[in-house]
């Protein structure tokens, strides 16, 4: 059982940046999940916002592309998501989620991952 836990959110005004954090535990330390990170605002369905698979390929929402980087420290069994130049639309609250296998295409697909984290808020203030 894969267990993931986020940090980093908060709140900061548009422009600004933040790097949220998944520690995940439960497994090893190989990199064998692929793993994303994912937002929901309020009255909004939940949306990929960036993903990356096992062999580090990364794939980015394009309203984020440019402006988020998904990274991970296999050694440490965390998952990260450096958000710069944030803006109010942003705001929503961030999920990561890992998953054993997933086709490439579907990365952003939240009904393919079965682990997820609890969440942290990030707020951007114009």
């Known amino acids: 059982q894969v267990q993931l836990a986020e940090s980093g959110g908060g709140s900061v005004q548009a422009g600004g940046s933040l790097r949220l954090s998944c520690a995940a535990s439960?497994?090893?330390?190989?990199?064998?999940?692929?793993m994303g990170w994912f937002r929901q605002a309020p009255g909004k369905e939940r949306e990929g916002v960036a993903g990356i698979d096992t062999s580090g390929i990364e794939n980015y929402a394009d309203s984020v592309k440019g402006r988020f980087t998904i990274s991970r420290d296999n050694a440490k069994n965390i998952l990260y998501l450096q958000m710069n130049s944030l803006k109010p639309e942003d705001t929503a609250v961030y999920y990561c989620?890992?998953?054993?296998?997933?086709?490439?295409?579907?990365?952003?697909?939240?009904?393919?991952?079965?682990?997820w984290g609890q969440g942290t808020q990030v707020t951007v203030s114009s």
């Open positions: 989620a890992a998953v054993g296998w997933l086709p490439i295409t579907s990365w952003h697909r939240s009904d393919r991952y079965p682990y």
């Open positions: 439960g497994y090893n330390s190989r990199p064998n999940y692929s």
